[in-house]
């Protein structure tokens, strides 16, 4: 895969919500459902693949040390002391560099240790054992490629998110799998399902990783693992405060409402967002009022307004 910051077309010092802020626009503009481009898909899971990477704060920071590559995958950092000599080996006709390792010390490169078994401890073939194991050397086969991972992503309802739910995901590579989503999960947020991605002759096959991504709801947003809504309320409730009936996922609960609201304060209903998930809190519901006038309109308020306004002298 290309450069993760490529793919998103942000900077290596972008903030982490840039780079939210550029996955969502990309992810929307080549979503398989909304784009028309024939290669929308495989696109879609580039992006998604990018984000896995610069979405996750450790991952990030590791892709940036050199430690992983740009599919998450360990790099190899070599060994200290370790440099190659100059010539070709010639036990066995197998082709191996000659390397001399410095382990300090003096008397040669094993630091004056006798090189045979039983020479105080060192026997260079344990190490040569080691490093070559599963390239063709002694000290056994090659080890099996792993398969590749692939990406994915699906979209749900907000009531399939916080209940959980099976859905039907689609892969690059045509394959269709039912993935199984766990309740309270985030929007943006993946799973990865083990084993379901590219397979390896002899190896182990990869994973497959899906970003879930939550449906608009008519009533609720989605603000992380907290839930916002609008609730209307007549002029007189927002005056003189009282009982009202505010949404929830749960249905309609009564909400006490202090006199004198103003139309777009916020309120808080604790516990009322999204459930909690892999170790994650509840989250909270927040309600921002919008006062209604009366329709059709009150002749007996429009004169109380009148003489308000009078007695501002305007």
Known sequence: MRDPYSVLGVAKGAS???????????????????????KAKERFAEINAAYEILGDETKRGQFDRGEIDAEGKPRFQGFEGFHQAGGRGGAGGRGFEHFEFNFGGGGGPFGGARAGAGAGGFDPSDL??????????????????????????????????VAGTTARVALPDGRTLEARI??????????????????AQGGEPGDAIITIRIAPHPTFRVDGRDLRADLTVPLEDAVLGGPVQAPTLDGAVELNLPPNSSSGRTLRLRGKG???????????LFVTLRIALPDPPD?????????RRDSRGR
């Open 299 to 307: 002749a007996e308020l429009e004169a109380l307004m009148r003489r």
């Open 128 to 161: 040569f054992s080691e490093l070559f194991r599963g390239r063709g050397g002694s000290g056994g086969g090659r080890r099996p490629a792993r398969g590749e991972d692939v990406s994915g992503a699906v979209t749900i309802g907000l009531p399939e998110a």
């Open 182 to 199: 766990p309740a309270g999960i985030e929007d943006g947020q993946a799973i990865r399902l083990k084993g379901q991605g590219g397979s």
């Open 16 to 38: 982490a919500a840039d780079v939210k802020k550029a996955f969502r626009k990309l992810a929307k503009t080549h979503h398989p459902d909304q784009s028309k481009d024939p």
């Open 274 to 284: 999204l459930p909690a998930q892999g170790g994650k809190p509840q989250g909270d």
